[in-house]
C-alpha cells in the first residue's frame, strides 16, 4: 500500500471516529424510529420517513407516506430532518446527507443534532394559496374568503378580513394548486401574528387530523414544489 492509501485511509477512519464519538455524546440512538420530515437546502420537504436502525451517526429511512421528490443517485445531499421525540417530549432538529441508493434505500449519514430556534415538530411550506374558512362550534358563521401564508402538517398560516378569537376552531378548504385535490381541515386559531395590508394574521393548528388528511397534505405540498 502506498503512502497516499495509507494517509487516506488514516484520515477516513479518523473523520469516522469523530463522527462516533459526537454521535455518542449526543445521543443520537434514542431517536430512532422517529418519524421525520425531510428537507433540502432550499428548504423543499421531499420525504416523511421513520428514522430505522439508527447506530452511531448513521441510519436508514423508512417512508411513512408515498411518493417523494428524490431521485436515486450515488451522491449524498445535505439534508435537514425535523421530528418530535416522544422520550424528550421535544422538538427535534437533525443535520445530515441522504442519499436513494438503485435498491430503493434510503441512506442517511453523517447525523448531527442542532440546536433550534422555533419548537415545530413539522416543517412549514410558504406558499400564496386562496381558500375559504368557516367558524364551527355551532355558529351559523358563513364561509369566508382567507389567503394561506404557509402550510405544513401541524398546521397553517392564514390571513383574514375579519378579526377571530384565539381558541376558535374552523374548516379550512383550499387547494394548493388549481388542479389537486381541495382539501378540507379541521384547525384551531393560536395566536394572531399581525395586521397588515387590512388583513389578520393568524397561526393556526390542525385538529384531529387522520393519516388520510396527511396523505393528501403531503401529496398536495409535493405537487406544488414540483410546480416551482
Known amino acids: 500500500m502506498g503512502l497516499f492509501g495509507l494517509f487516506s485511509r488514516t484520515v477516513k477512519q479518523t473523520e469516522e471516529a469523530a463522527a462516533a464519538e459526537r454521535a455518542r455524546r449526543e445521543d443520537l440512538e434514542v431517536y430512532s424510529g422517529m418519524r421525520v420530515e425531510v428537507t433540502s437546502a432550499d428548504r423543499r420537504m421531499f420525504l416523511v420517513a421513520h428514522l430505522q436502525g439508527l447506530r452511531g451517526d448513521r441510519a436508514q429511512l423508512k417512508p411513512s407516506t408515498e411518493g417523494s421528490l428524490m431521485t436515486p443517485s450515488e451522491a449524498p445531499v445535505p439534508v435537514t430532518l425535523r421530528g418530535y421525540s416522544s422520550k424528550g417530549h421535544?422538538?427535534?432538529?437533525?443535520?445530515?446527507?441522504?442519499?436513494?441508493?438503485?435498491?430503493?434505500?434510503?441512506?442517511?449519514?453523517?447525523?448531527?443534532?442542532?440546536?433550534?430556534?422555533?419548537?415545530?415538530?413539522?416543517?412549514?411550506?410558504?406558499?400564496?394559496?386562496?381558500?375559504?374558512?368557516?367558524?364551527?362550534?355551532?355558529?351559523?358563521?358563513?364561509?369566508?374568503?382567507?389567503?394561506?401564508?404557509?402550510?405544513?402538517?401541524g398546521g397553517v398560516c392564514v390571513c383574514l378580513e375579519t378579526r377571530r378569537d384565539v381558541g376558535d376552531k374552523f374548516i379550512l378548504r383550499v387547494k394548493l394548486v388549481p388542479e389537486g385535490e381541495t382539501l378540507v381541515l379541521h384547525g384551531q386559531f393560536l395566536r394572531i401574528l399581525e395586521r397588515r395590508h387590512g388583513c389578520y394574521e393568524y397561526g393556526c393548528r390542525f385538529v384531529d387530523l387522520e393519516p388520510a388528511d396527511e396523505e393528501r397534505i403531503l401529496r398536495s405540498i409535493f405537487a406544488l414544489q414540483k410546480r416551482s
Open 90 to 153: 421535544k422538538a427535534v432538529l437533525l443535520k445530515g446527507t441522504v442519499r436513494l441508493t438503485g435498491g430503493g434505500v434510503w441512506q442517511v449519514e453523517h447525523l448531527s443534532l442542532v440546536k433550534q430556534s422555533d419548537n415545530r415538530a413539522h416543517v412549514r411550506i410558504l406558499l400564496d394559496a386562496e381558500g375559504t374558512l368557516c367558524l364551527t362550534g355551532g355558529r351559523n358563521a358563513p364561509e369566508e374568503p382567507c389567503r394561506l401564508v404557509n402550510i405544513g402538517l
